[in-house]
């Protein structure tokens, strides 16, 4: 069993910053790409930010306002938030890709934070 928890998220004005945290906890080997989608009232899920074996990937909406980093030691994966705009207003899902076997990888998705930009 592996359990994703984010959290960070929170109300913010426009201009401001935001830190989200995904820690992944339970039965693995290990946590292999961490990723961030966002979700916004009537749109679909996208991705926001992640981080793979074969690089990061940061979606051109966000690309020099956010970052995504993670601690290996921590099993956590970090989302910077700055100079968020109101069109950044949703709920943030963090999915972690574990290594729970041999040649043997699930997704888990952590419970969402809600993030508002609104002044």
């Known amino acids: 069993q592996v359990q994703v928890v984010a959290s960070g998220g929170g109300l913010v004005q426009p201009g401001g910053s935001l830190r989200l945290s995904c820690a992944a906890s339970?039965?693995?080997?290990?946590?292999?790409?961490m990723g961030w989608y966002r979700q916004a009232p009537g749109k679909q899920r996208e991705l926001v930010a992640a981080?793979?074996?074969?690089?990061?990937t940061i979606a051109d909406s966000v690309k020099g306002r956010f970052t995504i980093s993670r601690d290996k030691s921590k099993n956590t994966a970090y989302l910077q938030m700055n100079s968020l705009k109101p069109e950044d207003t949703g709920v943030y899902y963090c999915?972690?890709?574990?290594?729970?076997?041999?040649?043997?990888?699930?997704?888990?998705w952590g419970q969402g934070t809600q993030v508002t930009v609104s002044s």
């Open positions: 339970g039965r693995f080997i290990s946590i292999d790409d």
């Open positions: 999915k972690h890709t574990a290594i729970i076997g041999l040649f043997r990888r699930e997704d888990y």
């Open positions: 981080i793979t074996s074969s690089g990061n």
